[in-house]
């Protein structure tokens, strides 16, 4: 059979969109030899802050170490326990490790898998300092119930917002709720440069300020060092990417949800699929368009021979990964466990044609019948 291929992601296009206008601002740098910091930095950081409605933003090395510095400008102390989402990326655990705190793993919600606040509530003891909220696939979590339960206990919040560039909560974007967000821009995700990038935004700008300085060496002034930090910033290379990418992030958001409501509309009721709640208020950025069936894996080998690639955002919860025996409590989370078991990411992305879409639903269909 030769049918067209579908990547589950395809940066071609955008790189091909972007090549001339890029290779005009890298040849400036060039030029300019300003490589750390300088112009295009400060421009992106001041641009994202505006597009959030943020009070400011400080670029670091990627998403990982955003969490990272965000725990340590919080005062994490070593043994302070972290509530985070069974249903996540590993860098979201990984960086509370890293910061020298304790991960509590949360169960998820069965509609949203995002992080279930009854249940955060109910993990918490006087340890917990904070909570790291996930908003999965591009679907904000309930922050409303979050910054409620943080309120009530005297808890910080960090959204880890990796996967929602531009999302809204009530209309209000995501990114502007917590204490701390946390931004990659790993080139997958929906604002992504050309390698590794990241940032923390907030809502004060004394907080910023200090962790600012924790990632780029505490530095107070030239060759002095007010605490001990560590180095990661945004290089400018990737910042001029940003910078080029967020002048369509808006519009690029509005074609993956287009798409999405395409699968929504042809999958619906087509063999035991079932789709991700979008709850009233929440505005989504589709990151990934998870499904969820009880035939995935065979329904995923059936796509790939079909040559329809797809996900398996993620194959293993975080209570589960190998990392974390005898850091974290490994007893049964079943809503994560389940969900481990049944999703599957169809291929998104903001270039991805009408024909492409219907035609991985035709497939699907075909599977199931
Ligand atoms: C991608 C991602 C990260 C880590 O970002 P990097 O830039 O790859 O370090 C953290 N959390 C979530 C939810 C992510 O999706």
């Known amino acids: 059979m030769t049918t067209q291929e579908v990547r589950p ?3 071609n296009p955008v790189a091909r969109r972007l090549e ?7 040849r400036d740098l060039l030029r300019s030899t300003a490589f750390i910091g300088g112009p295009e930095v400060t421009r992106f950081e001041e641009n994202f802050a505006r597009f959030l409605d943020a009070k400011g933003c400080v670029g670091v090395a990627n998403g990982t170490d955003a969490i990272v510095v965000a725990l340590k400008a919080l005062n994490l102390q070593p043994g302070d326990v972290v509530l985070v989402p069974a249903f996540t990326f590993f860098a979201t655990a990984e960086a509370v490790c890293w910061a020298g705190g304790v991960p509590r793993i949360v169960d998820v919600e069965p509609a949203t898998l995002n992080i279930n606040v009854a249940e955060a509530e109910r993990l918490y003891t006087p340890e917990v300092r904070g909570i790291i909220g996930v908003h999965l696939f591009g679907m904000p979590c309930d922050l409303r119930a979050l910054t409620d339960l943080c309120d009530r206990k005297g808890l910080w919040l960090i959204e880890d917002a990796a996967q929602a560039h531009g999302a809204r909560f009530e ?4 990114g502007t709720f917590g204490d701390f967000a946390t931004w990659s821009f790993y080139p997958s995700k929906n604002l992504g440069c050309f390698g590794d990038g990241g940032a923390v935004t907030g809502m004060d700008p004394e907080r910023l300020d200090r962790l600012r300085s924790l990632a780029n060496h505490g530095r107070t002034a030239h060759y002095q060092h007010g605490e001990v930090g560590t180095n990661s910033r945004l290089d400018a290379l990737q910042a001029a ?5 967020l002048e ?4 690029d958001n509005r074609r993956r949800v287009e798409i999405a409501d395409r699968y929504r509309r042809q999958l619906a009721g087509v063999g035991d699929i079932g789709f991700l709640a979008v709850p009233k208020g929440r505005d989504s950025v589709y990151h990934q368009f998870t499904i969820r069936s009880t035939r995935r894996d065979d329904l995923r080998s059936f796509l790939d021979q079909r040559g329809i690639g797809t996900g398996v955002y993620y194959p293993i919860p975080l209570h589960l990964q190998p990392a974390l025996v005898g850091i974290v409590d490994d007893s049964a989370r079943p809503v994560a466990e389940r969900a481990s078991e049944d999703v599957l990411s169809l291929p998104i992305y903001a270039e991805l044609s009408d024909d492409a879409v219907d035609r991985v639903c035709a497939e699907i269909e075909f599977f199931f019948d």
């Not at 209309?171 to 995501?174: A, E, K």
């Not at 990417?241 to 990418?245: A, E, F």
């Open 241 to 245: 990417v940003l910078n080029l990418r």
């Open 9 to 11: 992601l395809d940066l």
């Open 171 to 174: 209309g209000q974007r995501v």
């Open 20 to 26: 001339e206008d890029l290779l005009a601002r890298w």
């Open 248 to 251: 369509t992030l808006e519009e």
